[in-house]
Each structure stands twice: as structure tokens, then as C-alpha cells.
């Protein structure tokens, strides 16, 4: 940890005692002292060491080009971040730009460290940052002290899991078990400490545990301010869980990600004070001891006070002063944006689109669906769209089309597809979405000759990808979101094979208090939907957790639900994977492509949490932060599953838009926003 010169300094000339001095001098040369002690921690400061570098990442598939807009943008928006270094509770996220040009960014000091130290390493960062990364468009730069990160894409109040920074204490412990036992239950404590802590205030937590009688365990923990308290516990579970493996027996580590990091040592590394929970009590001060009175005769108390309260004037002043000369010549910016779109900032002109899918050429053509057709397209930036071009037989007004675009659009999360943009000019009537180059998951996952690209890991990670993404739609997203058609065809691969749900044709926006709705118009596909609403109409967050529950079923079965259907036996995936759960033989229902490269573990508690979903009794089913916690904190006992749902309905999918709809109270928007085909 970086400590100021000046500290050493201030310490050893005031620890001298002056007993050489004459009592009507002390306190004139004490003041000399004083002057002497501030000058050389004013030069002090001038010299003192550089924020401890750690690392630096920067995206190397999108560019800028130097003294572009986008490049002028970046310069603004460093230097809002560098002025806005104290006063915000060491963390501050702001927007500069518009449409392509937007730029986002934010930074998070040290919660235990003061206002001038953040100022010191984000005045560093912003520098250092455009060093290392000169013409990328999305760059991290880790210090002990601070991060600083930007994007062209909205970073704000979501967990990004990449890219990963672990750090371990090359010493070992003795008795490794007991000391990896005491450290998770440590961090795990002290991440449910920071989450729970309210919004806008540092989401910051230390904690401490005795492993011998001569060692203890210090742990801190911290996730970026905007995130909620669901969001931030599942940031940390994820470090946390990276970190017990990584640094496993080791007196120290750390994990950081983009979105929080924690960190535990075998010695006190953080500042107790700045994150004591209140201040401590004062203490009066004791009257001078008989003993000491004797003898040669010391300065009275008030002599010293005056003393002590003219050094910290003097201290006060100085600071003051460099502060100010700091802050000097720095520049503020304005908020250029926010994170919440307008019509106006969605819209594309018709020329534009026709020229980035060459006049919807059908070499262009990405797919077809009932609601129109998807092209791929490329504008004049380079970016690639896909482009739906919605039939003009939708039957969706003007105004209608438009409000629910800006919804959709505010839907911005690393697992959901995210929607670019619109056109409305005479009868046309288009969505632009980000292009997904991977086409969709079923792609993979059915095809024994595309099995193989899709390893445990891989999958594991989309089974965490989806849940994050479902976990956005139910609880942290400005809206309460059922999507009510999870599939895997509804599931999109980016070109690193991370998952993104597609496809809101089908979903349902609840009120703020409403959790289920009830309806007569049955949308979606047979096998995916829980029974309560096939049989009755009857859906909530629960209803997008049975459908969940089947997707890592198949993922893990490398096979279609409808597979198991049999004219001799009246058997579904849930209902094979309970047979042989039941059976203690869970693993028989691996695909066998994965055999020589899974976790057993994994894969259990995989299967496991997915009989929890398909449950018959939409109560019992856990909701998604439970799922998110379960997948990553292997502390967590998962309850014993009940016997899943056996409801059966043929193969066919009912996808129907036109019928009309009744539904409880607060919501009777049934969501016509298109199908977003697989590509």
C-alpha cells in the first residue's frame, strides 16, 4: 500500500522531545519546528511516490481514429473524472457524446482512502490510461488506490465480469483447509455487509477473523456505488468464488473485476478509521500525572493545546492552498447525457439503413420470421446492425411502435441483445439491433458437429450469462420485465460465445408491486412454459424460472426437451433429469461430448439448481438472485428438489400476437416489439 513520505516525516520530528529547551521557548520553537515540518512535507509532495500501477486493459476490436469526435469526447470526458475527484464519496460515472460518439465512464477510489489520495491517482489514471491505450475505444487501468474504466457502450449500475485482475501471496499457510474455511465465511460476511448498504453511499465493507492467537484475517471488500444491493452481492460472489480458487492457502489475495474487488491479507493493509461504521466516542484527557509534576516543571496544558491548534491551522492552510492549486486551470464539463435514451437519439434515417443493407439485399438476409424480415447491415462508421424490417401487416401505430422502442431501449445489460435504434418514415417501419455474430445457441447445441466448440466452460458460462441477464429483467432493470419465451433459440452468441437473450416480442412489463398476471392469450413454446400458465394463463417471475430451469437442463444434456418424448413413454427432460436424480446416477445425462473436459461438481450443482427451477409449485422455485448466489457461492446449501412439472403438450409452438389479452391490474401492455430471429 502507497504511504506519503510526509507521514515519516511528521512522525519522527514530533516523536523528538524537547527537554534541552527552556519553558518561555518551547512553544516559539515548536512553531519553528512546525513551519520546518510543513515545508518539507510541501516538497514532500512534490516527490512522493506514484499510485501503486497494477494493471491496464484495453479492447483491441474497436478503435478510434486521433482527432476524431470520438477522440475529443474521450478528452472531455477524462477530464470530468479528474474534477470530480473529491466530493463524491471516492466514485463519480458520467456520459459525453451522442449516438455513435457517446462515451461512457466512471471511476472508484479506495473507500478507505482520503479525497487528496483519489485526486492524486485519478489525476495518474487519466493520464496513464490514454499511454497504454491510445486509439481503443473500451480500456480499464487499475491502481491500488483507484480505478478508472470507459466504453462506448453504457458501463452504469451492471456487473461486467471481464476483463479479471488476481493477484496472490506467494507464502502458504499452515493447516490450508481451516484457514480457506475461515477466509470464504470472512469475505462472504463482509460482501453481505458492503451490498446492504444503501444506495449512493460507498459500498464498502471490512471485516476481521482470528485464525491463531498471533494471526488474524483482514478482508475488504467494495463494489462500485451505482450497482444494487442484488447486483453488487452477485459481483462479489463471483470474485469471491474466483479468489478461493485461485489464491487457495495463500496469507493474501485479491480479485478485482470491473464492477467490485475484494481482497483479504494476514496483516492490517486497509485504514480501520476511514470505514469504521460511526466515530469513535472522544476520550477526555487525563489530568497530568503526580509523578511528572515533580521535578523540573513541564508546559501547561493550555500551552500545548494552543500549540497543537496553531499546527493544525498552519496543516489546514497548506492543504487548503495545494488543494486549490491543484483544482487550478481544470476545466468542468457537464453531464453531456445520461444513460436513458430519447426518440431523438434512437432514430435513423431510412437512406442510412437502406445503405447499410445495400437496399435489403437478400445476400444481406439473416433470417425470416411471422413478424418480418432481419438483414445484416454495416453503416458508415463500420459498426454492424442487424436490421429488422417489421411487416407492414404488424398492425402497430406510430405512436405505439415508438413508446416501445424507447422501452426496449432502456433495457441496456451484457446479456441482452440491445436495441440501436428505430426507423418510421411512410410504411416502413424498422428495429436496429447490435449484430450478434455467433447466430444463436440451439445452433450449437443440437449439432453433433457443432457440440463440440461448446466445452463445460463455455457452458457454464452462459448458463451464468442467462441467469444475469433474467436477473436484470426481473429485479434490476427501471422496469420489471417477464419475458415469458426463454429458449435457446431466443439465446444469441457473441464472438467470444457470451450469451444474450433476445426476443421480447412475447414479454410482459409489470407495475412496481405487481408479481403475477394472469391472461387468456397463451404466447411462447410448448415445453419451455411452466404448467400454471399453459393450463390456466397464470404468469409471473417464477414462469420465466421454469423456462430457465429447462434451458440448463438441455445446455448440460447437449438435447431438445421435445427429444425425450416417446410414443411408449410419457417423458420430458425435467422428468429424465429427476429419474435420475432420484437414481443418484445425476451424470448419465451428459451430453457425451463433454466428457473428458467438465467439473463434476459443476455439473451437479448445475443439474441440481435446475430441478429447483422446473419444480411443479411456482413458490417453491427460487427466484433468479437466489439462482445467481447458488451458481456462485458453493458455500450455499441448495434445498432438496421436488418432483418437477409432468405437464405435456405435443411439439407445436404457439406464437400468436393478434388474439387480445385480459390480465390483472397495472399492466396491459402485451409487448409487440418483434421476434428478433436467430442468426
Known amino acids: 500500500m502507497f504511504v506519503s513520505s510526509r507521514s515519516f516525516i511528521s512522525f519522527n520530528i514530533l516523536s523528538a522531545k524537547p527537554n534541552y529547551l527552556q519553558e518561555k521557548d518551547f512553544a516559539m520553537s515548536t512553531l519553528k519546528i512546525s513551519i520546518a515540518i510543513l515545508c518539507l512535507s510541501l516538497l514532500a509532495l512534490a516527490i512522493e511516490a506514484d499510485p501503486s500501477y497494477l494493471a491496464c486493459s484495453c479492447s483491441n476490436t474497436t478503435t478510434f481514429i486521433q482527432n476524431s469526435t470520438y477522440n475529443h469526447n474521450l478528452n472531455l470526458l477524462l477530464s470530468s473524472l479528474a474534477s470530480n475527484a473529491t466530493g463524491n464519496n471516492g466514485f463519480y460515472n458520467t456520459t459525453v457524446g451522442q449516438a455513435s460518439d457517446t462515451v461512457y465512464g466512471l471511476f472508484l477510489c479506495r473507500g478507505d482512502l482520503t479525497d487528496q489520495v483519489c485526486q492524486e491517482c485519478l489525476n495518474f489514471a487519466t493520464q496513464f490510461v490514454l499511454v497504454q491505450c491510445p486509439v481503443q475505444k473500451v480500456a480499464i487501468i487499475w491502481y491500488d488506490e483507484c480505478f478508472l474504466r470507459y466504453s462506448n457502450q453504457s458501463i452504469f449500475s451492471t456487473v461486467t465480469e471481464t476483463p479479471t485482475l488476481q493477484m496472490c501471496n506467494s507464502d502458504n499457510v499452515i493447516e490450508q483447509n481451516i484457514f480457506n474455511q475461515l477466509v470464504g465465511a470472512t469475505m462472504n460476511d463482509t460482501a453481505t455487509l458492503a451490498a446492504s448498504n444503501p444506495p449512493g453511499t460507498k459500498k464498502l465493507a471490512t471485516n476481521e477473523a482470528k485464525f491463531t492467537l498471533e494471526q488474524t484475517v483482514y478482508a475488504l471488500v467494495q463494489c462500485t456505488p451505482d450497482l444494487s444491493e442484488a447486483n453488487c452481492r452477485g459481483c462479489l460472489a463471483i470474485a469471491i468464488w474466483n479468489l478461493s480458487r485461485v489464491c487457495r492457502g495463500r496469507r493474501g489475495g485479491r480479485f478485482l473485476l470491473p464492477s467490485c474487488d475484494v481482497r483479504y491479507e494476514t496483516y492490517r493493509f486497509y485504514n480501520e478509521s476511514a470505514v469504521m461504521a460511526s466515530p469513535p466516542a472522544s476520550v477526555p484527557a487525563l489530568p497530568p500525572s503526580p509523578s511528572r509534576t515533580k521535578g523540573k516543571r513541564q508546559p501547561s496544558w493550555k500551552r500545548i493545546v494552543t500549540i497543537v491548534a496553531a499546527i493544525v491551522a498552519l496543516v ?364
Open 316 to 679: 489546514v492552510l497548506f492543504l487548503v492552498g495545494y488543494w486549490l492549486l491543484c483544482r487550478r486551470g481544470k476545466k468542468k464539463y457537464q453531464n453531456a447525457g445520461n444513460d436513458i435514451p430519447t426518440i431523438e437519439s434512437l432514430q435513423f434515417d431510412l437512406g442510412t439503413i437502406k445503405s447499410a443493407t445495400r437496399k435489403f439485399s437478400d445476400d444481406n438476409k439473416l433470417g425470416q420470421g411471422g413478424f418480418g424480415v432481419v438483414y445484416k447491415g454495416t453503416l458508415h462508421s463500420g459498426q454492424d446492425i442487424a436490421v429488422k424490417r417489421l411487416s407492414r401487416s404488424s398492425g402497430q401505430g406510430a405512436k405505439e411502435f415508438k413508446n416501445e422502442v424507447v422501452v426496449v431501449a432502456k433495457l441496456q445489460h451484457r446479456n441482452l441483445v440491445r436495441l440501436l435504434g428505430f426507423c418510421l418514415e411512410g410504411k416502413e417501419k424498422i428495429l436496429v439491433y447490435e449484430f450478434v455474430s455467433n447466430k444463436s445457441l440451439d445452433f450449437f447445441l443440437y449439432d453433433p458437429e457443432k457440440q463440440g466448440h461448446l466445452d463445460w466452460l463455455k457452458r457454464y458460462n452462459i448458463i451464468e450469462g442467462i441467469a444475469r441477464g433474467i436477473l436484470y429483467l426481473h429485479h434490476d432493470s427501471r422496469l420489471r420485465i417477464i419475458h415469458r419465451d426463454l429458449k435457446p433459440s431466443n439465446i444469441l452468441l457473441d464472438g467470444d460465445m457470451k450469451p444474450k437473450i433476445s426476443d421480447f416480442g412475447m414479454a410482459r412489463i409489470f407495475g412496481v408491486d405487481q408479481t403475477q398476471g394472469i391472461t387468456n392469450r397463451i404466447v411462447g413454446t410448448y415445453g419451455y412454459m411452466p404448467p400454471e400458465y399453459a393450463m390456466h394463463g397464470q404468469f409471473s417471475i417464477k414462469s420465466d424460472v421454469y423456462s430457465f430451469g429447462v434451458l440448463v437442463l438441455e445446455i448440460i444434456a447437449g438435447k431438445k426437451n421435445s427429444s425425450f418424448y416417446h410414443i411408449d413413454v410419457i417423458e420430458n427432460l425435467p422428468s429424465h433429469a429427476w429419474k435420475l436424480w432420484r437414481a443418484e446416477t445425476p451424470l448419465e445425462m451428459l451430453d457425451p461430448t463433454l466428457r473428458d473436459s467438465y467439473s463434476r461438481d459443476e455439473v451437479i450443482r448445475c443439474i441440481h439448481l435446475g430441478l429447483l427451477c422446473v419444480q411443479e409449485d411456482p413458490t417453491v422455485r427460487p427466484t433468479m438472485v437466489d439462482l445467481v448466489s447458488m451458481l456462485h457461492n458453493y458455500s450455499l446449501s441448495l434445498p432438496s428438489p421436488q418432483q418437477p412439472a409432468f405437464f405435456l403438450h405435443g411439439r407445436t409452438e404457439h406464437n400468436s400476437s393478434q388474439s387480445t389479452t385480459k390480465s390483472l391490474p397495472s399492466s396491459d401492455n402485451e409487448a409487440s416489439i418483434t421476434q428478433l430471429q436467430p442468426r
